[in-house]
Each structure stands twice: as C-alpha cells, then as structure tokens.
C-alpha cells in the first residue's frame, strides 16, 4: 500500500503554487471580483504551464497531476474554471443541477462547455444571461441553461466531482493554516487565544476535518484509476463529495468564529475563501441532495470494500435498471 | 504513485480467517464478557485452533514462535478479529502487546516463562494502570512497590482493570519511591494473580460483565525476577505500550460489518426507513472508510519506521467518535428492538444492542477524546 502521491505530481502541484503566488495568490480573487474581466489574465497564468494538455481520465499518473494542479488552485481560490477544464479533453465540463434553476461558474468564459450531472448525465449547455451575478457568494456564477442528452459519462462524472474536491481541500487547507496563524498571533486576556483550550479543541477538529478529507481524497483518486465498475466510481466520488462538504463546514465554520469580527472582513483571505467555498459546496447540488443522490447510487450500485475494486455490488440493495430517472446506467 | 490494492497474502488471510469464524463460531456470538460461561470456553477453542495454524502470533517475530506478518497482515487480523466479536477473548491484550514488550524489555528468563503461554493462548493478561487519582493523568500514579528482601511489596488500588477477574497475570505500574519528577520511580511488574493478598472486585456496569473491575494489592509480593525493564524507568515502556494501544482495537471493522449487514437483514423493511435515516446509513458507510484511511496512515508510518503522534491522535478521535456514530444510526435502524431482545434468533439486533453499549466507552478508554484533541492541538501549534 502506498499512500504518497507520485514525485511528478508534487512537484507540478508546487509550480502550478508558485505561478499563482506569483500572480497575486488570493489578491487575484480580489481583483477579479472587482473586475470579472481580469479571469482571462488569471487563465493564462495557467496556460503558460501546459496544463490544458493534461487527460485526467486516460491513466493515474495524469490524474494524481491533475488532481494537485486543483489542489494548488484551491489553495488560493483561483477565480477561474481550472477543474472544469482539466476535465474538459479540450473544452470545459460543467457539473450541473439535474433540475433547473441552474448556475455554473464561469459559463460567460469563451470555452467549449459541455455539462453532465451527478450521476453522469450529459447535458448542453450555455448561459441564460452574458454576466455573471456578481454576487458576494457567487461573483462568477451564470445563470445557465441545460438540455439534458441521451447519454451518460459516468466515469467523467466522477472525476470531475473528484476534482472539484481536491480544489475544494486546497482552500480547506489555506484556511486552516491562516487560522492557526491567527489564534497564535490574536492576543487577548494577556495570551494569544491559542493558549487557551477551547481553541485548541476547535483546531483540532479543523485539522481532524482536513485530514480525513485528504486521505479519502487520496483513496478516491486512486479508485477511479482502477474500479472498472463505472457505478462503484461515482458512488466513490459522491461519498468523497458529501464528505468534503462536511469537512468544508467544521473548517471554515471554525475559521469564522476563530478570526472573530476579523475574518468577515475583505483584508482577510478566510473572508474570501469561505465566500468562494460556496461554488463547490452549492454547485451544482448542495450537500443534502448531493447526500439524496449518494443514497440512490449506494442502494443500486452497492459500495465497495476498501482497497478491493469490484466488491461494490456485494452491498447492492436494489436492482440496478438499464436506464431512468433514479439510477445510473452502466 | 498511490496504490491501496490489498495485497493478495492479506485477502488469503483475510478469506481463512472469514471461514474459521463461519466454521468455529456460531451465529449471534457476542464475546467472551458475557454471562455465559460458554462463550470464554469458546474463545479458548478458537485460541487453540489460531494457535494450531501459528495465527495467534501472526504478528511476533518468528525467533518467538511467530510468522513475522507485516503491518498489513497485522491489520487483517485485528480487522476479521472485531468485526466478529473478537472471538480470541481477552488473547488480544498478551498477544498485541504485553508480549511484543516483554520481548523487548524482558530478560531471556522472563521471555521464557512468559511468551510461550502467550502464544498458545492460554493465559490471560490485564492492565494495571488507571488507578482512582490517575486516569488521563496516568504519572499521578499512587501504588507504591516497597524494596524487601529479593523483591517487592506492593500495596495499592487499580481501577477500571478490564478482564481482572479471568486474568492469570497483570501488568502492573507502581513507584518504587516518591518522585522527583512525574515520571520518575515508575516500574512495570510482572503480577501473578494468584499472589496473596490480590483482591478482585468486579464493578457493574453498563458495558456488561468482566469490562470493569477493582484491584486491590495489600503486601503483594513480587520477585525481582519479575521486575520489566530497569527499576524505576517504566515510563518509557508505558509509552510504548500506549502506542501500541493507540492503533488496538479496529472498531471501524465492526461499523462496517454491521452497516454492510444492515439492508440484507431488515428485508423489505428497509425500504420503509425514512429516507434521512438511511442517509446517514450511506453516511455512515464514508466515514467508516475515513477512518480506515486514518489508520492505515498510521501503520504506514509504523512500517516506515516514523510513528507519528499527530496521525495517530487524529486516527482515534476519528474512530472513537466513528464508533459511537455508528452506534446511533444502528439503533435507529433496528427500532426498539435496540432495547434489547431475550429473542435469540434476533441476532443482528443483539449486536446492534451490544455494540451500542460498548461505544459508549470508546471515547474514554485507552486516551479520553479530549486528550487525543490535546495531542493534535499540541502538535498543530507547535
């Protein structure tokens, strides 16, 4: 068993790191907010390092490289479509609600788009409006439409999900470490509140929240690479997804109540990471529907023992069916 | 790159060990602590038969008789062992760790006497550690060991003493004078239960019986041959011991046993559960794996030589709290036969009920939640 992701991995996960600490780290997120127009210059940070060229579905070494090229830019809430492109053979793969109103994060970028589900259904889509809402939670976010296809791309479904969460853990991470930094820095009662016991039981739940979600990160990486059963690998991936989530509450709820008043604020990063934590942890379905949507696939597909690809269907409550509205087709 | 394919040597084991339970132990098996004397003698068969297939010391070194299993193998065993019940009773506690630390720390004539009836399982050890004033604060530690002629006296109280009452031998930590530091003075003894003076007072609880006892040590003699270690330096062996104990028991393998039986068993009825409970079932089922992940963390570290106090807290908070989860959404699943059932064909409900009170102790024995939440806020900023 080995737990470590490969050496090229890393190393590309840390350039992808510089380049965006280089541009402005989370300062980028600021100025875009500020001017959604600055998203293109964000983007050709990016090109510059090939990473479009990358095929996170084609093998496991591409896919570890992907998946910390998403940590890197989770790490500073990189205001453009990095996972959706990673993923998009090209193009860009938006994950969309199964029903409508439908927002996608950043469907105004001239990309290639194309959409699939939860549960691997492909969709057309293209925004309602040509701006973004601009909104504090959702500065990025389009009203979209979608037309739902004939088909499914259940693995591509995963992997995007998956994704999305190594993204997800990089902002999960940065705001841990500014929240540690805070409580050692932030004196009161004549002590930095860090000393005091409250807080450190609140860290390490923090801490517990991010690196259960790392390690599960990890496994789910590395069953997609080689769970043939194309269900097993969603449910995987949904299971990672509703883990993150709660894994993103305990975290940044903490990083709130530990920065106090402070962490509102726009001079704080916590203040922009917990704002931009909300694409992932709404979109395209919230937790409670990501939660529904896990249920139905475990009940059908099953969930495989840890480590032994292909033992999913020995859980199976249902019979899976070829096609329809509750289960996957396979 | 990442690989967690279970090696094939650890789903043969895995597989035997499957059918030596089907084969040995039969349904609605609850562990050796229950009131029924025929569940010990049951775990003493099955010791004996482990034994007989040189996997009851799995994990010792083959210079003491065992195969040298690796951690992951280790893990297997730990793993197969919980989920059914533990069906080698109180063995896991010699075999996990009373006898790798006499194997470290013992002289050859300690070894000699002490690990061949480890390994054929037919002894039992307990713990003599907690003690009314020292729980969490385990230095703060009272019984005293008086030097006499060729060895010691031992006079004091020992609490919460798991399996006392069956035990044969007892680890025991006293101090053999007043401390400069906290630490200092503590010794491990090697305790024969049938010394004089040894009083056993079983305590009843919710855990059901043998869990919970007192011990009192009244002028308890022990020879210096049964000092471990040097005199006065224990701790360093409580601390390795504590390690050990840290990874101990796999309680997520018993979670996930029961979540995975749980549709199978209700039939058509689970169907029925609301929606929100079985939500949490499919919840249950993520953070379960969660936990594994965790654990398999720390024995990687261990087979790399780099234990980690930091990954091994956040393992037990992880599983601790998991266990006691789990309890709750098992309870609701099985309804009010969660109460309890004199029904005895109703097995899963019987150890739904079972593992429910036993989780309620998960976050206090062997290191309490909060000081587990201690190590990591410790090391985190550090």
Redesign the interface.
């Known amino acids: 068993?080995?737990?470590?992701?490969?050496v090229e991995a890393v190393e590309f996960g840390a350039v992808v790191r510089q380049s965006i600490e280089a541009a402005g780290g989370v300062d980028v997120l600021r100025r875009c907010a500020a001017d959604p127009a600055g998203r293109t210059e964000a983007g050709a940070v990016l090109d510059r390092l090939g990473l479009w060229d990358l095929r996170p579905l084609d093998g496991?070494?591409e896919l570890?490289v992907a998946a910390v090229a998403s940590r890197a830019a989770g790490a500073f809430a990189f205001p453009y479509p990095v996972v959706e492109r990673l993923v998009g053979n090209g193009g860009a793969v938006a994950l969309v609600a199964e029903h409508g109103p439908r927002v996608v994060m950043h469907l105004d970028l001239p990309l290639e788009w194309r959409g699939v589900d939860l549960r691997g259904r492909q969709y057309r889509v293209g925004p309602a409006s040509p701006d973004p809402l601009g909104t504090p939670l959702a500065p990025f976010g389009v009203e979209a439409l979608a037309e739902p296809e004939d088909g499914h791309e259940v693995r591509l479904a995963a992997v995007a999900i998956t994704l999305h969460v190594w993204w997800l853990l990089g902002l999960l991470e940065t705001a841990l470490a500014d929240t540690?930094r805070y409580?050692?820095e932030r004196v009161q009662f004549g002590r930095p509140i860090?000393r005091f016991?409250a807080?450190?039981?609140r860290?390490?739940?923090m801490?517990?929240a991010v690196?259960?979600?790392e390690?599960?990160a990890?496994?789910t990486?590395?069953?997609l690479a080689?769970e043939e059963d194309r269900a097993g690998a969603l449910v995987d991936a949904l299971?990672?997804r509703?883990?993150a989530l709660d894994a993103a509450e305990t975290v940044l709820r903490g990083a709130h109540q530990l920065h106090g008043a402070m962490g509102f604020t726009n001079e704080v990063n916590v203040s922009w990471l917990s704002r931009a934590s909300q694409s992932v942890r709404r979109l395209p379905e919230d937790r409670q529907r990501s939660?529904?949507t896990?249920?139905d696939l475990?009940?059908t597909a099953g969930?495989a023992e840890?480590?032994?690809p292909g033992t999913a269907r020995?859980?199976a409550?249902r019979p899976r069916v070829a096609s329809g509205q509750r289960t996957v087709a396979i | 790159m990442l690989d967690y394919t279970e090696p094939e040597r650890v789903t043969r084991l895995r597989t035997e060990l499957r059918e030596l339970i089907r084969e040995l132990i039969p349904p609605g098996f609850l562990g050796a602590f229950t009131h029924d004397p025929a569940d010990f003698e049951l775990t003493q068969r099955f010791c004996r038969e482990l034994g007989r297939r040189r996997m009851l010391t799995l994990a010792w070194p083959s210079r003491y008789g065992g195969a040298d299993a690796d951690v992951w193998e280790q893990a297997a065993l730990r793993e197969e062992m919980w989920a059914a019940h533990e069906p080698r009773g109180a063995q896991y506690m010699g075999l996990n760790w009373v006898g790798p630390a006499i194997m470290r720390h013992g002289t050859e004539e300690q070894r000699a006497r002490h690990l061949p009836p480890i390994a054929a399982g037919t002894v039992v050890w307990c713990q003599g550690f907690s003690e009314p004033e020292a729980g969490s604060d385990l230095p703060a530690l009272r019984t005293r060991a008086t030097r006499v002629d060729g060895g010691w006296l031992i006079n004091g109280q020992k609490v919460w003493t798991s399996y006392a009452g069956m035990a044969q031998w007892c680890f025991l930590l006293a101090r053999v004078r007043a401390p400069s530091q906290r630490h200092d003075g503590i010794t491990v003894f090697l305790v024969d239960m049938a010394q004089p003076g040894i009083e056993v007072r079983p305590i009843a609880s919710m855990l059901g019986p043998h869990h919970l006892n007192e011990v009192y040590f009244d002028d308890v003699w022990v020879p210096d041959s049964e000092v471990l270690g040097e005199v006065g330096r224990g701790w360093a062996i409580v601390m390795e011991v504590l390690r050990f104990e840290r990874i101990g028991i796999a309680r997520y393998a018993r979670c996930e046993k029961l979540l995975r039986a749980a549709p199978a068993v209700l039939g058509d009825a689970w169907g029925r559960l609301p929606a929100s409970l079985r939500e949490r079932w499919a919840l249950a089922l993520v953070r379960t794996r969660q936990a594994r992940l965790l654990a398999y963390r720390v024995l990687a570290n261990a087979e790399n030589g780099s234990p980690e106090p930091l990954a091994a807290a956040l393992y037990r908070i992880a599983v601790t709290t998991l266990d006691q989860e789990v309890a709750e959404v098992l309870m609701e699943i099985v309804g009010n036969r969660g109460l309890g059932t004199t029904d005895k064909q109703l097995e899963f409900e019987r150890e739904v009920e079972d593992h429910w009170r036993y989780a309620q102790a998960s976050t206090v024995a062997s290191g309490t939640l909060e000081m587990n939440k201690h190590v990591v806020a410790r090391a985190v900023l550090s």
């Open positions: 068993m080995n737990g470590d992701l490969s496991p070494l570890e540690v409580t050692q860090a016991q807080t450190g039981f860290l390490a739940d801490t517990l690196n259960g979600l390690e599960l990890k496994y990486l590395w069953s080689h299971g990672l509703v883990a939660l529904a896990l249920l475990v009940e969930f840890l480590g032994r020995n859980l409550v």
